[in-house]
Each structure stands twice: as structure tokens, then as C-alpha cells.
């Protein structure tokens, strides 16, 4: 089992930037890969960028690519995602997530096995 924790998220204005953390503990070498989700209300949760556990492949919805940079710290078992030029349709719970049963890397929520609590971002206009 791994858990993840993430942190990082509020309250900013359209054009600004956050940087949000997502922390892992527990049975970490079974991870192949972290992704970062949003979910907006009343809609569904999509995926946002997602990086291999040893950080050389990264992908990114073409919503946030040129805006959003996800990177990893494996000395600390953590996860970033940094989001820049921020939009207010980029308001959201985000989500990270693993993936320990698939290797490669992957936009499909279903791939994703262990889920963070969320953290909220909201970006005003």
C-alpha cells in the first residue's frame, strides 16, 4: 500500500502560479508512476500530466502542456506539479495519484491505483 498526501493548493489570480506537492510512504518501489487529476465541479475528473518513476518520460493534457511542469524528487518520495500562467478554468480539486500495476505511462484514470485526499486550487479573474 502507498499513501499519498498532497499540498500546495489556493487561492490565486488569473496569470499567477502555484506549485503544488504530492508526498509518498509506504511500499514507494512498487510505484512506475505518478499523475496529477483535477476535478471541477459538476464535471468529471480529468487527467492533467503524469511522470514515470524515474522521472524521464513526462505527458500533459494539451489543456495545461506549455503551462504546467510535472517533476519528481526521489530522494523525497515527492511529486510536483508547477502551474503557471494560471486560468480560472483551471479551478479545481487536484488530485495525484500511482501507478503500480502499469508500467508505462498513462491519461487513464483507471491505470491509477492509490489516490491523495486532493487539494483545492482556485483561480480568480
Known amino acids: 500500500q502507498v499513501q499519498l498526501v498532497e499540498s500546495g493548493g489556493g487561492l490565486v489570480q488569473a496569470g499567477g502560479s502555484l506549485r503544488l506537492s504530492c508526498e509518498a510512504s509506504?511500499?514507494?518501489?512498487?510505484?512506475?508512476?505518478m499523475g496529477w487529476f483535477r476535478q471541477a465541479p459538476g464535471k468529471d475528473r480529468e487527467f492533467v500530466a503524469a511522470?514515470?518513476?524515474?522521472?524521464?518520460?513526462?505527458r500533459y493534457a494539451d489543456s495545461v502542456k506549455g503551462r504546467f511542469i510535472i517533476s519528481r524528487d526521489s530522494a523525497k518520495n515527492t511529486v510536483y506539479l508547477q502551474m503557471n500562467s494560471l486560468k480560472p478554468e483551471d479551478t479545481a480539486v487536484y488530485y495525484c495519484?500511482?501507478?503500480?500495476?502499469?508500467?508505462?505511462?498513462?491519461?487513464?484514470?483507471?491505470?491509477?491505483?492509490?489516490w491523495g485526499q486532493g487539494t483545492q486550487v482556485n483561480v480568480s479573474s
Open positions: 495519484a500511482d501507478r503500480r500495476r502499469v508500467r508505462v505511462i498513462s491519461t487513464s484514470r483507471g491505470d491509477y491505483d492509490d
Open positions: 509506504g511500499r514507494t518501489f512498487s510505484i512506475f508512476g
Open positions: 511522470i514515470t518513476w524515474s522521472g524521464g518520460t513526462t
